[in-house]
């Protein structure tokens, strides 16, 4: 059974610009959920999405916004970046956390902005 | 807010030796805590998962135990080899703010030497 994966897994981008993050999630999976990990603040939560719907949301900024497809993939959006959303972005899927099923995570994307 | 806190940063041990790493959570409201572990590069792997109403969980050299009431849970590694050496995290699954997140401890690196 193919793991949850995350594209790309390296981005560059400059201050101003955005960003578009790639999750799919394991098969079968309905939930994902997206995290940051900064050698500063460690792992912080941004979002969770199931059937489509956001259904919890961390405490980041709205330039941080996400969606999830039909088929249970999901993209975050990064808008005007700023030098600290210098990060790995790790997705996990998961049946349903509701549930107390665990979350699988990906290798992450490690977004750097110069 | 929940704050999960793991105890030691760092740890180095020789091949062999028993070990065990510590976990403190303030909001004991959680519905399970969960302990992964993360290479260099890499995502999360999940280890183990105990449900609120468990007290310990096991799997080959790794048992987990915890105590809600006192908002602990320690995670014990038998006969420690080389390929355990990575970062540990453990996290509690709750409510948070108002949303349902795992909040994530800053992380125990283990080294076991050869």
């Known amino acids: 059974k193919a793991g949850v994966t995350q594209t790309p897994r390296y981005l560059i981008k400059t201050r101003g610009q955005q960003v578009t993050l790639s999750c799919s999630p394991i098969?079968?999976?309905?939930?994902v959920s997206w995290y940051q990990q900064t050698p500063g603040q460690g792992l912080q939560f941004l979002f969770e999405?199931?059937?489509?719907?956001?259904?919890n949301k961390g405490n980041f900024p709205g330039r941080f916004s996400g969606r999830q497809f039909s088929n249970s993939r999901s993209e975050m959006n990064v808008s005007t970046l700023e030098l600290g959303d210098s990060a790995l972005y790790l997705c996990?899927?998961?049946?349903?956390?509701?549930?107390?099923?665990?979350?699988?995570f990906g290798d992450g994307t490690r977004l750097s902005i110069l | 807010k929940q704050e999960v806190t793991q105890i030691p940063a760092a740890l180095s041990v020789p091949e062999g030796e028993n070990l065990v790493l510590n976990c403190s959570f303030t909001?004991?409201?959680?519905?399970?805590l969960q302990w992964f572990r993360q290479d260099p590069g890499k995502g999360l792997t999940s280890l183990l998962l105990?449900?609120?109403?468990?007290r310990e969980q096991t799997s080959g050299r790794l048992n987990a135990s915890l105590d809600k009431s006192s908002g602990r849970s320690t995670l014990y590694i038998a006969a420690s080899q080389p390929g355990d050496s990575a970062t540990y995290l453990c996290?509690?699954?709750?409510?948070?703010?108002?949303?349902?997140?795992?909040?994530f401890g800053s992380g125990t690196q283990l080294t076991v030497l050869p």
């Open positions: 996290a509690a699954d709750g409510i948070s703010g108002s949303a349902r997140q795992l909040t």
């Open positions: 999405y199931f059937s489509e719907t956001q259904r």
């Open positions: 996990a899927s998961s049946l349903d956390p509701g549930t107390g099923q665990p979350q699988h």
């Open positions: 098969s079968g999976h309905r939930s």
């Open positions: 105990i449900q609120s109403s468990q």
């Open positions: 909001d004991s409201a959680i519905y399970n």
